[in-house]
């Protein structure tokens, strides 16, 4: 049987790279195994949810390469979980509850008093059908929640009950139900909470395993069971490690700065941030993947620490500028002549700056510099403003090519006795107004002739 997985955001913000390790290893390992993967939006909090962000998505992931073989909408989904819901109503396992926001906390207030753990004690479970008729009489709505298999004949007497799975990632894993509140599956204003749709779209989906972020270990218990309520054959689970900021703060959808949109507008490689979403905290090497099969070949579910991982935006600079190093002209052409850069001079300007650039957008500078007219040499003094003099002068005839540096400065070598930096930085101030920069023999035949006199003169 061939293998279904998702990635299944809730569209009320952005996307991470925390998030881009779900999206991951869900993908590659799909992929890995010659499967289906399926993009879920998990919409069904109408107020957060927008389509907008859920385009936003959609692009993020294509720019990283994944390509889902199926989109689907949780919000035009509800018939299904409208379905599944009375199906257990009707198995007495979904009931109404009545309780307020703060009558539920003066609940748990009362049972932290006496040392109890802030389990909800079923008490809507007792209400007879006056008393709720009574309760919606005075204008109440209903929230709904499962019943929860921990007991054996009576639920009010929860027993110890363990739902054992082996996780993917972390190996053998208990979750103890009796620990466990009912979860609400239904919201008051009848909207659905994430819990219930996940698990019908799984079981209609056909999804065979569920990867995601170790902030959902204990719904993975609680969903196992609304599986087994429903018939439906439970996937297999596998949770891995979150990732935070340096500064050691959990991710956020909202927090824009690390967001996919905002670091591909600053010009990152999307395998850049891929390779660093997969193998930080993991006892692999950080290294730069050339595309998303070698990244899958590295995927190793034994490898991920069991503890979160700091994201470093220092490390994902290192990654970019591996990559950006070696990256070919085809992979940065379009981005070039969106500079500026002249198709006949793309292949060689890109070979000589490449070296010096950590992102692709700091090319821009160099095409400035190289086909920009005028650089403004920093100012001179006298013994500069003679060298400039000489060089002027001592420029080889004719147009610039790849020999032009060469000679040139053999040039001025011989007849000022200049060698070293204090032949190359004056002559590299003169010709690019920087200290620092991409080799100058490479340059000279694009700078031509022309330009090079102007910057001299
Ligand atoms: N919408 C849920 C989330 O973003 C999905 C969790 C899951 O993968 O089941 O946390």
């Not at 004949?153 to 053998?172: E, K, N, V, Y």
């Not at 991710?251 to 600053?266: D, H, I, N, Q, V």
């Not at 890109?350 to 190289?370: H, L």
């Amino acid at each position: 049987m061939s293998v279904i997985l998702r990635f299944a955001p809730s569209p009320t913000g952005r996307l991470h790279i925390g998030n881009l390790r779900t999206a991951l290893f869900n993908w590659l390992f799909a992929m890995r195994e010659g499967g289906h993967f399926v993009l879920r939006f998990d919409d069904t909090d109408r107020q957060r949810s927008t389509r907008e962000n859920a385009d936003r998505i959609e692009k993020d992931l294509a720019w990283i390469g994944i390509e889902p073989h199926r989109i689907a909408r949780q919000s035009e989904r509800l018939a299904l979980y409208d379905a599944a819901a009375a199906k257990l109503k009707a198995a007495g396992l979904l009931y109404p509850c009545y309780e307020t926001p703060d009558e539920l906390d003066r609940k748990r207030k009362r049972l932290a008093a006496r040392g109890l753990p802030p389990v909800y004690g079923r008490e809507a479970l007792k209400l007879l059908p006056g008393e709720r008729r009574a309760l919606e009489e005075a204008g109440r709505k209903p929230h709904w929640r499962f019943l929860l298999p921990n007991f054996t004949l009576d639920p009010f007497a929860p027993a110890r009950t363990d739902i054992a799975f082996d996780d993917m990632i972390r190996g053998p894993t208990a979750i103890d139900l009796a620990s466990l509140s009912d979860p609400v599956l239904i919201r008051e204003d009848g909207s659905y909470l994430y819990t219930l749709p996940s698990v019908v779209d799984d079981a209609e989906m056909g999804v065979t395993h569920v990867i995601r972020g170790d902030d959902h270990v204990t719904n993975t218990a609680v969903q196992a069971a609304i599986f087994e309520a429903l018939g439906a054959s439970v996937p297999r689970f596998g949770h891995h490690n979150l990732l935070t900021t340096i500064g050691g703060d959990g991710l956020s959808k909202r927090s824009g700065a690390l967001s996919l949109e905002t670091l591909r507008e600053e010009g990152y490689e999307p395998m850049a941030l891929a390779s660093l979403a997969v193998l930080v905290g993991t006892a692999g090497a950080i290294e730069p993947m050339a595309d998303l099969s070698a990244l899958g070949a590295r995927l190793d579910f034994s490898a991920v620490s069991a503890s979160a991982s700091k994201f470093d935006p220092a490390e994902l600079d290192r990654l970019n500028r591996e990559i950006v190093h070696t990256l070919p002209y085809a992979a940065v052409a379009g981005r070039l002549a969106d500079m500026g850069v002249a198709e006949t001079d793309g292949e060689a300007f890109w070979q000589a700056v490449r070296a010096n650039c950590d992102r692709v957008p700091d090319a821009r500078v160099f095409a400035e510099i190289v086909f920009g007219d005028p650089v403004v040499p920093p100012p001179a003094d006298a013994a500069e403003a003679a060298f400039r003099a000489a060089a002027l002068r001592l420029l080889p005839d004719g147009e610039t090519g790849p020999e032009t540096f060469r000679e040139w400065t053999t040039a001025i070598r011989t007849e000022t006795g200049a060698k070293g930096k204090a032949l190359f930085l004056p002559l590299r101030r003169a010709i690019t107004g920087l200290d620092h920069g991409p080799e100058l023999g490479p340059l000279l035949p694009l700078i031509g002739r022309e330009r090079l006199l102007r910057r001299l003169g």
